[in-house]
């Protein structure tokens, strides 16, 4: 047989064979893409603070001027004398003055005391405190998908849609179908 036959021959047969395998190759080629099952987002709770305040009415005492409610005592004292005075006669009349004293000088001294705590005057004042506001984010989505008849899952930043590409090395190509 003739030398260049059989080198043509060989030849032919190694191309034929290298033509069938890479169209034998395209015909198997992967999917493009895997179709998208289910979606669902991944939530995170913020909470937001911010300050609410209110206007309230507070009622404070005066401040008091007399604090032994010694002017009180002194006016009591002084009238329950005269009271104690107009009672009995001799040493009666005496001991009547000093005991009309010594108990106006007390009841004095608790109403000047009674009033001072009843010296009240009313304002206005702010109140503020901090409430929480709480409301979701979607941090990501879990996304159920089928490729080559395969499901699986995946977390992705985006929602994908209805398909995710998938790279000729088979892998999803995720951040890249958006």
Not at 17 to 38: D, F, Q
Not at 60 to 67: A, F, G, L, N, T
Request: proline residues 3%; aromatic residues 4%; hydrophobic residues 35%.
């Amino acid at each position: 047989m003739n030398k260049s036959l059989l080198v043509g021959a060989v030849l032919g047969a190694v191309g034929v064979t290298a033509g069938g395998a890479v169209a034998t190759y395209s015909l198997v080629k992967g999917p493009e893409y895997a179709e998208v099952l289910a979606v669902e987002p991944v939530k995170e709770q913020i909470k937001t603070p911010r300050e609410v305040c209110k206007d309230v009415a507070v009622t404070r005492q005066r401040p008091v001027k007399d604090e032994h409610q010694i002017l009180g005592s002194v006016l009591g004292a002084v009238a329950g004398g005269l009271v104690g005075n107009q009672i009995g006669g001799g040493n009666g009349k005496k001991i009547a003055t000093v005991a009309g004293a010594v108990g106006g000088g007390y009841a004095g001294n608790k109403v000047q005391e009674n009033m001072q705590s009843n010296d009240t005057y009313t304002t206005t004042q702010t109140r503020c405190n901090t409430v929480n506001d709480i409301s979701d984010k979607v941090v990501g989505y879990n996304v159920k998908y089928q490729l080559d008849g395969k499901v699986s899952q995946v977390r992705m930043k985006d929602d994908p849609g209805s398909k995710i590409p998938v790279g000729k090395d088979g892998q999803l190509m995720i951040g890249q179908n958006q």
